[in-house]
């Protein structure tokens, strides 16, 4: 084990090795480089390795390390990839770690490939001969954009962990739950024409008009019928987010989009929301018959709850100190819960970090969260 590098190392390489993640296609980069470094530094901890290769993205990998046998266990669990950076607003080289004034630097410090040298370190000093139950490591690809590597993961896997906790920057409070996530585009079909005409053609404008009366009293049926207090934001929400239509004003417009997002509250389904938004615009397709539709943008990602009684929950609020608490942003926790593991997402760093320029772990976070990682090694695993 002489080769591994310490906690300051490990960082700096897995930070060298750009991941970043991006739906336009010149900043999109694989992550296989990452991938194979936790892979040999696990290896040499006696873990076994599964990479596997994550279909539909540009040479993307999940890394599966496993270390001991039998049922249950824990799997520590984060993404190996990052956001693009914006140049000029770093003070320094995002690929570099930079040490100053208490504070790590450097681009997935804290979201999240630091999570990796912090599991790296306290996976050195484990009693690795005393594992009564599995440890698992997961590292996931395209976790940025569409979350690929988590959707394939749990599509795929028998394995079925106790519990997990996904080391997002969360402060080191438990976070557990959040909203889901969907986004479509409506498209009115209309019929061009000369305006001095109009007739002769049906205008897609004037249709959309009215689809979007239709959402908006869809908008106020969600926050009427559903809420949640633990979020800032109680109600579902429905965002009307770009529109394009039309070419000219003297002519009938013969093609409208809508694109607009909705979030959903832990407890309802994207089936749920997706019926919803079918029953808002059926009278309208029924008025215009093959004029209306409406398709699906990305992947959604469901909303994600852990019960906050759970035998995971109570322990990391005692071990970290802090109440659980509900959160805006969207996680990989819903898929890795469909393994039928208890989970909740932990993790040291601020999501105030993440995505912005001069991301940084603060060194005051790092024997916290070695100590979080110990003890709950040690509850579940040994
Ligand atoms: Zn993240």
Known sequence: MKNLPDFKNSLTQL????????????????????????????????????????????NKYNLLAKLGSGEGGLLLAGHSDTVPFDENRW?????????????????GTCDMKGFFAF?????KELPVKQLK??????????????????RFFTQTQTTKPDVAIIGEP???????????????????????????????????????YQVIGQLMMLKEKLSLSYNNQ????????????????????NRICGHCELDIDMRSLPGMTDDELILLLSEALKPLAEKYPNRVSFEELHPSSPSFEQNHNSELVTLAQEISGHQCCAVNYATEAPFIQQLGCQ????????????????????????????????????????
């Not at 979020?231 to 965002?239: C, S």
Request: glycine residues 8%; negative net charge; proline residues 4%.
């Open 91 to 107: 003070h320094s080289n995002p690929f570099e770690v930079v040490d100053k004034d208490n504070k790590l630097y450097g681009l």
């Open 15 to 58: 930070i060298a090795n750009a991941s970043i993640s991006s739906t336009q296609a010149d900043w999109d980069q694989g992550n296989l480089d990452v991938i194979q470094l936790l892979a040999t530094w696990f290896e040499q901890l006696g873990f076994s390795i599964d990479i596997q290769a994550v279909p539909e993205t540009r």
């Open 343 to 382: 989970t909740i997402v932990l993790g040291p760093g601020s999501i105030d970090q993440a995505h912005q320029p001069n991301e940084f772990l603060a060194h005051s976070e790092i024997d916290k969260t070695k100590e979080i990682l110990v003890q709950m090694i040690q509850r579940y695993c040994l």
């Open 230 to 249: 633990a979020f800032d934001v109680t109600a579902p929400t429905l965002n009307l987010g770009a529109i394009k239509g039309g070419d000219n004003a």
């Open 133 to 150: 139950k599995p440890l698992y490591i997961l590292a996931t690809a395209d976790e940025e954009t569409t979350m690929a590597g988590a």
């Open 119 to 123: 599991i790296l370190q306290v996976c």
């Open 170 to 208: 969360t402060n080191l409070v438990p976070v557990v739950m959040h909203k889901g996530h969907m986004s479509h585009r409506i498209t009115i079909h209309g019929k061009s024409g000369h305006s001095s005409k109009p007739s002769l053609g049906v205008n897609a404008i004037e249709i959309m």
